[in-house]
């Protein structure tokens, strides 16, 4: 979900596992020349959905880490390009820490430019919590819990699978 911490866990993650990290918000930006939200401005969420897909269906599986945008998860055919890529984790934070941290961001939110933001983004998590639940690794993210800690549980969960 937005402002769970992706980007910020996924490189202190990519740096446990000497991986390289990848973002497929950047990938994006690149690819088309504009910042995500003029991206939603200009293509609607329905093309910019479709983007992402391209971007995954693009991508080889490989020794890396890869954050998402959040709502990637709802479309069902990238569920199938998360398994072939490799493993999918869940950074499941509470809705008061994703309110506090978006709130403080000055990145704009394409799905949260509307006066009652904290109600929108309430109802979005809601509506893919279920999509989120999928992933094969799941942390709960405690509100004050630093982002090398997240990381390093991730990484356990990783090294243990892999022996």
Known sequence: MMGSGKSTVGRALASLLNYPFEDTDQMLEYRLGRHIPQLFKLYGEEAFRSHETAILKGLE??????????GIVLKPENWTEFKR???TVFLDVSTELLSSRLGQSNRKRPLLQTENWEDKLSDLYAGRRHLYEQAEIIVKVEDNQPIEDVAQGIFEVIRAGQS
Do not use: F, N, Q, S
Request: overall charge positive; glycine content about 24%; cysteine-free.
């Open 85 to 87: 890529l490799g493993k």
């Open 61 to 70: 599986p490989a020794e890396r880490v890869l954050a998402t945008g959040g």
